[in-house]
T-cell receptor, first 115, second 109 residues
Framework: IAGITQAPTSQILAAGRRMTLRCTQD?????MYWYRQDLGLGLRLIHY???????GKGEVPDGYSVSRANTDDFPLTLASAVPSQTSVYFC??????????????FGPGTRLTVL | GQNIDQPTEMTATEGAIVQINCTYQ??????LFWYQQHAGEAPTFLSY????GLEEKGRFSSFLSRSKGYSYLLLKELQMKDSASYLC??????????FGKGTSLLVTP
């Protein structure tokens, strides 16, 4: 069981280019999230999805879009990358249907540099 | 709005006990989480509190006071491998977490 996988592991991207970060989970969790982590700022929520077919905006959604066509996949797209989007991006998922602690499990992250 | 505060850095000695504090002011409260994050790695879950009191899990314990908007993570018998960042996160409403900026803990010999 892989848990959550993210691709690519790292990427250097020219400003203005389009980029999609991939996230896949095999735990059948209904909720998924995208965070960015920057030095001194901590983890900040970009977008989330409570269930397949629905998405919502987090704290820092501008410049990013997401889709949730099925339970397992939650891609994050940068339509036209800018240098301020240089960051480490983490995808996470949680099982909100079980009635338990609803712990979020994180993927290994994607380190993105926009030049 | 959300306001979650924790110390930026702490240093402790191997074998000792350290307490990492977290205070929060959020529009709602539906649980507090602590995560550990080693450099270059993903955050991993440590503990969860939704009711007041102490939750103990091996060398790690977490305490919550909802009336004071306060939590702490207690690490006992510190080991070198405990050097990491410790992230306090609050769930206010919905499913997403609001994270503090993290506390970088250095364990020295």
């Amino acid at each position: 069981i892989a848990g959550i996988t993210q691709a690519p592991t790292s990427q250097i991207l020219a400003a203005g280019r389009r980029m999609t970060l991939r996230c896949t989970q095999d735990m059948r969790h209904n909720a998924m999230y995208w965070y960015r982590q920057d030095l001194g700022l901590g983890l900040r929520l970009i977008h989330y999805s409570n269930t397949a077919g629905t998405t919502g905006k987090g704290e820092v959604p501008d410049g990013y879009s997401v889709s949730r066509a099925n339970t397992d996949d939650f891609p994050l797209t940068l339509a036209s990358a800018v240098p301020s989007q240089t960051s480490v991006y983490f995808c996470a998922s949680s099982d909100e249907a079980s009635g338990g602690a609803d712990t979020q499990y994180f993927g290994p992250g994607t380190r993105l540099t926009v030049l | 709005g959300q306001n979650i505060d924790q110390p930026t850095e702490m240093t402790a000695t191997e074998g000792a006990i350290v307490q990492i504090n977290c205070t929060y002011q959020t529009s709602g409260f539906n649980g507090l989480f602590w995560y550990q994050q080693h450099a270059g790695e993903a955050p991993t879950f440590l503990s969860y509190n939704v009711l007041d009191g102490l939750e103990e899990k091996g060398r790690f314990s977490s305490f919550l006071s909802r009336s004071k908007g306060y939590s702490y993570l207690l690490l006992k018998e510190l080991q070198m491998k405990d050097s990491a960042s410790y992230l306090c996160a609050v769930r206010d409403s919905g499913y997403a977490l609001n994270f503090g900026k993290g506390t970088s803990l250095l364990v020295t010999p």
